[in-house]
């Protein structure tokens, strides 16, 4: 018997028949539900898949093999996987085995085993913590073993990859620790991708450093589900990272996401008024203004304690731009705890909201609890909120009028028959503005260049420019 080729080497097949090198060429469809942390693992994912020699598709009709990178998380995003992988029984009838089903995520990790129960036409199912097997899976099922779930943890301390980058563009994910060790009541996150383990420092470095030097990126996202927890049981951390990152040439801006507010420490707000490529924008998840929901959520923290600081921060760096997670309706939540959310609104004047109802996950401890809202109340919250901040941002926004911006060109939309051009700023605002500079139409692809922009006027949901500068260098 011979171990598959990557060595996961789980079944008891003979793969002596088939060889990396005989895989014909073939497409892949690949879904990916939920948070960047999914949209990096479908990357990564489809970067393995390129060795079976797999290119993406985006029309499922055309694949050979498809997957669902799932999401736990949302109802929303459940859902609407389950409906998708439903239909995809009449293609299965059609193809037959020149299609395969594979199922990962934060979905598959949990219910993995019934799923392929169930979906006669699904063939593997796969947790988040076995992505980098996808080869394997895929090598195993084309050797006949076609119904299995794995979702086994990586449970060495060590956490050491390559990124990989496979969409063509400067920007690059680097997922720097995985797993969540808070547990909030309401998620579900600790129990579908373990518990937390860094990256090393300098391993990360050399990464980077790589991407820069040869693969072309200028801006990097940093990753994890608490990436503030980032090298705690190694004796690093967050900050210092972001020191020895910023000092690469080459690499234009930095981010990192997502935060938890219990984590951040006074070291890493004064890193953010020094290091040069830090992003002006930082996204950090309140979720709440009540501290008895905070409670409730098992957040760790107050809401004093989070706005003390958005004022540490603002004074660290003034420039900086914070936006927010808030869940409306959370188990048993009172008029005065809803009150208390569109209170903190006021105060921590954030640039703009992710803003959900409170959705039920099994298995977790909220979900556990006795509620007493109504889908209703929750909804009408929703809205309140949503409205309230609306009218925050629109004020925010009328400040950027006037304003000139950096921007980065990530595409193009038409937008009531004209094509605008769409540019990100350092502090993550979208502006679209017409692909002209002093009358005349620049016939140019502008895409991934860096121009400067003006502001002439702005809603509480877009902004629109004026080209003043294209720099040279086209970046990608
Ligand atoms: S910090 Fe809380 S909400 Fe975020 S992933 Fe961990 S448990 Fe989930």
Not at 356 to 362: D, G, H, K, N, T
Not at 404 to 413: A, F, P
Request: with cysteine; aromatic share 8%; proline share 2%.
């Amino acid at each position: 018997m011979e171990k598959s080729p990557t060595g996961l080497g789980q079944s008891n097949l003979d793969y002596s028949s088939i060889t990396l090198e005989n895989f014909p060429e073939r497409k892949v469809w690949i879904k990916t539900f939920g948070c960047q942390m999914n949209y990096h693992d479908s990357d990564r994912m489809a970067a393995h898949l390129k060795m079976l020699n797999f290119s993406q598709t985006e029309e499922v009709e055309d694949a050979d093999l498809v997957l669902f990178n799932t999401c736990a998380v949302r109802d929303l995003a459940n859902n609407k996987f389950y409906s998708q992988l439903g239909e995809l029984k009449h293609l299965k009838k059609k193809k037959g085995k020149d299609l395969i089903i594979g199922v990962g995520g934060c979905v598959a990790q949990t219910e993995g085993k019934d799923l392929v129960k169930k979906y006669k036409h699904l063939n593997f199912a796969f947790g988040p913590d076995t992505i980098d097997a996808i080869n394997d899976m895929v090598f195993r099922t084309y050797a006949g073993d076609d119904k299995f779930s794995i979702n086994t943890w990586d449970r060495s301390s060590d956490f050491s990859i390559e990124t990989k980058v496979n969409h063509g563009t400067p920007q690059a994910f680097v997922n720097i620790i995985k797993g969540c060790d808070k547990y909030c009541t309401y998620c579900i996150v600790p129990y579908t991708r373990g518990r937390e383990r860094s990256r090393r420092k300098d391993e990360i470095i050399t990464d980077v450093k790589r991407l820069v030097e040869y693969q072309g990126i200028q801006e990097v996202m940093l990753l994890g589900q608490n990436v503030n927890s980032f090298g705690k049981e190694n004796g690093e951390n967050l900050s210092e990272l972001i020191m020895g990152l910023d000092e690469i040439n080459g690499l234009e801006i930095l981010r990192y996401t997502t935060s938890h507010p219990y984590d951040v420490s006074d070291e890493l707000i004064a890193v953010h008024g020094s290091a040069k490529k830090l992003s002006k924008h930082l996204h950090l998840p309140v979720q709440s203004g009540s501290d008895t929901v905070l409670q409730r959520m098992n957040r760790e923290y107050t809401k004093e304690h989070y706005l003390g600081l958005l004022e540490k921060l603002r004074k660290s760096q003034p420039e900086i731009v914070v936006s927010s997670d808030i869940i409306c309706g959370f188990v048993n939540e009172t008029d005065e705890e809803h009150q208390e959310t569109i209170d903190l609104l006021d105060r921590a004047q954030f640039d703009f909201i992710y803003s959900y109802v409170y959705s039920e996950r099994s298995k977790t401890r909220a979900a556990k609890m006795e509620d007493f809202l109504t889908k209703e109340v929750r909804k009408s919250r929703l809205h309140e909120v949503q409205a309230h901040q609306l009218k925050i941002q629109q004020k925010l926004r009328q400040e950027m009028v006037g304003k000139t911006y950096r921007v980065l060109i990530e595409g193009s939309n038409s937008m009531k028959g004209e094509v605008k051009l769409k540019g990100r700023t350092n502090c993550n605002r979208i502006i679209h503005f017409k692909p002209m500079m002093n009358d005349h139409l620049i016939e140019r692809n502008l895409k991934w260049h860096w121009v400067d922009v003006k502001c002439t006027s702005a809603t509480a949901l877009s902004c629109q420019g004026e080209l003043l500068e294209i720099y040279g260098r086209r970046l990608h």
